[in-house]
């Protein structure tokens, strides 16, 4: 039965970003590629480097001589030592796929068994700034508040016509911690 390791929150890992964490005493390195996690032993199977600690790059092809393109960039972990090449996503090699694999393993992001651990590592400033929808208000407005009695006062501006007056963006929200089963 496979052992589930909790390693950090989702949102604290960006696309593009890693971590190393040493899960009962096995180190892992956990990517966050294009949204997707991937979890790679740390440890590369040519002579035991470790292997997430190398930089992260792409793939330059060619379909014919001359003409280069350079792709899937980030996607690709170079090791620290001698330059071996390994597809985060599989573990596969670059240059021998059937052959050298480093040791990949299964990732998800799950709801946390310590309900804190989400809710702390929340930057302060994300805490500050955050809109409740129930009054219209942010942390921040918190001191105003009680000083404001009209809703010009309020929210600084005299609202027009029908359309309101702010821009609206998308917003994607991680929630959850990233989950490593080995
Ligand atoms: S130890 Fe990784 S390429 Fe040699």
Redesign the pocket.
């Known amino acids: 039965m496979k052992t589930r390791f909790e390693v950090c929150p989702a949102a604290d890992l960006g696309p593009g970003e890693r971590t190393i964490a040493d899960l009962d005493g096995l180190s892992v390195g956990v990517f966050n590629v294009d949204g997707d996690y991937h979890a790679l032993k740390n440890d590369?199977?040519?002579?035991?480097?470790p292997?997430c600690e190398?930089s992260l790059t792409g793939l330059t092809t060619a379909d014919s001589p001359g003409e280069f393109e350079y792709e899937r960039d980030g996607e690709i972990v170079r090791?620290?030592?001698?330059?071996?090449e390994f597809e985060v996503t599989t573990g596969e090699s670059v240059f021998n796929p059937h052959r050298v694999k480093a040791k990949t393993f299964e990732t998800s992001v799950e709801d946390s068994d310590d309900p804190e651990t989400v809710e702390t590592s929340e930057p302060a400033s994300a805490k500050a700034g955050r809109l409740d929808f129930s009054t219209g208000t942010t942390a921040d407005d918190a001191d105003t508040e009680e000083k404001a009695t009209t809703e010009d006062d309020r929210y600084g501006v005299a609202l027009a016509g029908e359309e309101p007056p702010v821009d609206t963006y998308d917003v994607d929200v991680e929630e959850g911690v990233v989950v490593v089963y080995l």
């Open positions: 590369c199977p040519h002579q035991r480097a292997l190398g090791c620290p030592w001698h330059g071996w």
